[in-house]
């Protein structure tokens, strides 16, 4: 779980970032009893969600299990500059050349992503313009696939929003749109 209500530059604050990261992280983990022997969550959270801490952690995921599953939630601002989308870490610097120095494209996710351990990953991107990650994020997909043929592999990604919209955050709701939803989702039986 990666989230950032908190930016180096204020006036980028986001309101619902951490709760709804927490409430994720709760629902997976009451979900899994019983499917797995055991949960265990890296968090990163405003201050320790640096650009450089995310790429140590994504690198760790390298030594997890194949058969084990991997989950990754990231909550924070999302932006495209060109035809790339980037997650802005909590020291990203919000212009159009600062975000690619700042920032963590969806390429650099997707190479980080091609190279983890489990085989099967689920990410879940709660940001503006999250739709803009999956066509690069869907490749590595494709490298997990070659590199492990016949097994069931791959990334399922689920985005907040369309390339060219927002990500809403509702006062009412207490929760991003997007959260909210699958939090529903998730409550649902059977």
Request: proline share 4%; charged share 20%.
């Amino acid at each position: 779980m990666i989230r950032v209500n908190h930016y180096q530059d204020a006036r980028y604050d986001l309101d619902y970032g951490a709760s709804d990261a927490l409430s994720i992280l709760l629902r997976f983990d009451q979900a899994s009893t019983g499917l797995f022997n055991r949960t265990v969550a890296y968090q990163l959270a405003d201050e320790t969600a640096t650009r450089a801490k995310i790429i140590e952690v994504f690198t760790a995921l390298q030594l997890v299990a194949p058969e084990d599953v991997l989950v990754i939630y990231l909550a924070g601002h999302g932006v495209i500059i060109g035809n790339e989308w980037y997650w802005l870490p909590v020291e990203a610097t919000f212009t159009a050349d600062g975000v690619p120095r700042t920032g963590i494209s969806a390429t650099m996710v997707r190479d980080l992503l091609s190279r983890v351990g489990p085989e099967r990953v689920f990410v879940m991107i709660d940001s503006c313009n999250s739709g803009g990650s999956v066509d690069p994020l869907a490749t590595s997909m494709d490298r997990r696939v070659l590199r492990s043929v016949g097994r069931d592999t791959g990334v399922s990604i689920l985005a907040a929003a369309p390339p060219d919209q927002s990500a809403a955050e509702l006062p009412r709701l207490g929760h991003g749109a997007f959260t909210y939803v699958v939090l529903e989702g998730l409550n649902q039986e059977g």
